[in-house]
């Protein structure tokens, strides 16, 4: 699951499982258990979340505003820049675009 080809995997296919996957191959990221999910963080920067289907990042501001724009994305509570994508299944194309937010966000958690 945790190529990011636009192809399902398997029964698996939750955000956050393809979270947990990509997670396994990014330096400095600490996974934090919350209440409905987890919190992803670059040091001390939260750059992602899950809870139950959907999943929350925190993007570069042109990426967010673009993300925004596509289906069943809209803002996040969190604040400026995140972005809620509760897609109403999992998909391939519903994973290809969270692994590349997901990348986006944790790249972005750098600065």
Known sequence: MSAIDGTSSGSDDTLASLFA???QDLPEVTVVD??????YRRGDRAFAATEDRAAELRLHPEVAEAARRT???TPSKRGPGWVRF???SVDGFA?????????SAWR????
């Open 86 to 88: 509760e897609p109403p």
């Open 95 to 103: 994973l290809d675009r969270a692994g590349a937010w997901f990348l």
């Open 21 to 23: 996957g990509l997670v």
């Open 71 to 73: 289906s069943h994305t």
């Open 34 to 39: 919350t209440a409905g999910g987890s919190e």
């Open 108 to 111: 972005a958690a750098e600065r």
